[in-house]
């Protein structure tokens, strides 16, 4: 059973809109989350990573919060962009176990002019 | 792409054939992993290494192989492709944080 979930599985937004992403974990023990951009045809890319203590982190028109005893995360995008359109992806790291990553199944943006 | 360079980048080939993707990195990086990507699907770990010739299963190893005999190479071989190895393979290397090649896409016909 996937212990990451994200929401929605896909959305449509108009350029210049914001819009925010769901990630939500059932992975113990937490090590870290992170989100990470995947363009088509590319590999993932870190965006934000967060740890137990750090509720918000940005990196420009992005920001990633953390609830880690609801175990929910979310993406905000800030004033999309036509760039902005790739799949995002919620990474949960175990604590202690290297590697042991876990995936989400990503959302796909999609950013309309 | 963090000197992550996989090859090929596309390929096509029958069932039953061998096959043997390459993940190269100049990065001196202890650990690297194989996934692959399946729609409706996270990335599912294959196999993963934590050092030359040592190597050891994910979640979803069946049907495939790896070898590492340097640092920097570590190869993923279907042994017998199957239909149900048509996906998306991505290298991967980091402890913390995973960095990740270009992918490979693979059709078994």
């Known amino acids: 059973k996937n212990q990451v979930e994200q929401s929605p599985q896909s959305l449509i937004i108009l350029e210049g809109k914001n819009c925010t992403l769901q990630c939500n974990y059932t992975v113990s023990p937490f090590s870290n989350l992170r989100w990470y951009k995947q363009d088509t045809g590319r590999g993932p890319v870190s965006l934000t990573i967060?740890?137990?203590?750090?509720n918000t982190k940005s990196n420009g028109r992005y920001t990633a919060t953390l609830d880690a005893d609801t175990k929910q995360s979310s993406l905000h995008i800030t004033a999309s962009q036509l760039s902005d359109s790739a799949s995002y992806i919620c990474?949960?790291?175990?604590?202690?176990?290297?590697?042991?990553?876990?995936f989400g199944a990503g959302t796909q943006v999609v950013v309309t002019p | 792409d963090a000197g992550i360079t996989q090859s090929p980048r596309h390929k096509v080939t029958e069932t039953g054939t061998p096959v043997t993707l390459r993940c190269h990195q100049t990065?001196?990086?202890?650990?690297m992993y194989w996934y692959r990507q399946d729609p409706g699907h996270g990335l599912r770990l294959i196999h993963y290494?934590?050092?030359?010739?040592?190597?050891d299963k994910g979640e979803v190893s069946d049907g495939y192989s790896v070898s590492r005999s340097k640092t920097e190479d570590f190869l993923l071989t279907l042994e017998s492709a199957t239909s149900s190895q048509t996906s998306v393979y991505f290298c991967a290397i980091g402890q913390g944080e995973a960095f990740f090649g270009q992918g490979t896409r693979l059709t078994v016909v």
């Open positions: 990474v949960v790291s175990i604590f202690d176990s290297w590697g042991k990553f876990q």
């Open positions: 290494s934590y050092g030359v010739k040592d190597t």
């Open positions: 990065e001196n990086h202890r650990y």
């Open positions: 967060m740890t137990f203590s750090e």
